[in-house]
């Protein structure tokens, strides 16, 4: 069964400062990753996705993440994070695009002063 | 207007009472899901619908039914609402890559 494991529950990252939030997942043949947005209040938003190819995947709002299949990470990355930017984020890990998703518990990120 | 609405936004009840939360969607997806979410628990899946004739139970379905109506319709229902079923709850519909999109959310209180 796939799973999908947030290390950091809470992260507080300086406005201005890069981040990175970490997420490891365990399947057996090649995930399809997501990383998801929740501001308070608010449903659920897609920042990005990896399906295959180019490693280091774009996505909207200045994130990037990238996939190491030796790893089984899938960390997103910004390089330098605004105020807007406080929410819980989630990764998931589907498969074979036929499947549920499995999310991670989420981090929540703070962003000071 | 939002791809994928649910309705009631907010709910508040009472213990044993019937509660249904509705959710409709513009994406023309076939694939249909309900998840709770809990504080620290992230997002549980309750049922899913790969189409209309298809219905599965997710993680934790108990205490809980859903009907989907039409391709756009996947309704979500608590039979005899309990305290611990006060959570947050999502509709979502997907494509063929899984990539899922989400409703704004009913916050469902039962007192």
């Known amino acids: 069964a796939q799973s999908v494991t947030q290390p950091d529950i809470h992260i507080t990252v300086s406005e201005g400062a890069s981040l990175e939030l970490r997420c490891n997942y365990s399947?057996?043949?090649?995930?399809?990753l997501f990383w998801y947005v929740q501001s308070p209040g608010q449903g659920l938003q897609l920042l990005l996705k990896y399906f295959s190819g180019d490693t280091l995947v774009q996505g909207i709002k200045g994130f990037e993440a990238e996939f190491k299949r030796s790893q089984s990470s899938f960390n997103l990355r910004k390089p330098s994070v605004h105020w807007s930017d406080a929410a819980e984020y989630f990764c998931a890990v589907g498969n074979s695009g036929y499947s549920t998703l499995t999310f991670g518990k989420g981090t929540m990120l703070l962003v000071s002063p | 207007d939002a791809d994928v609405t649910q309705t009631p936004r907010n709910r508040i009840t009472k213990t044993g009472k019937r509660i249904m939360l509705e959710c409709s969607q513009t994406k023309g997806h076939d694939r249909m899901y309900w998840y709770r979410q809990d504080p620290g628990l992230g997002l549980q899946l309750i049922y899913y619908?790969?189409?209309?004739?298809?219905?599965n139970k997710g993680e934790i379905s108990d205490g809980y039914s859903v009907s989907r109506q039409a391709q756009a319709k996947f309704s979500l229902s608590l039979e005899s609402a309990i305290p611990n079923q006060t959570a947050l709850y999502f509709c979502?519909?997907?494509?063929?890559?899984?990539?899922?999109?989400f409703g704004p959310g009913t916050r469902l209180t039962v007192l």
């Open positions: 979502a519909t997907s494509d063929s890559t899984d990539t899922q999109y």
């Open positions: 399947y057996g043949a090649t995930p399809y």
């Open positions: 619908s790969f189409d209309v004739k298809d219905i």
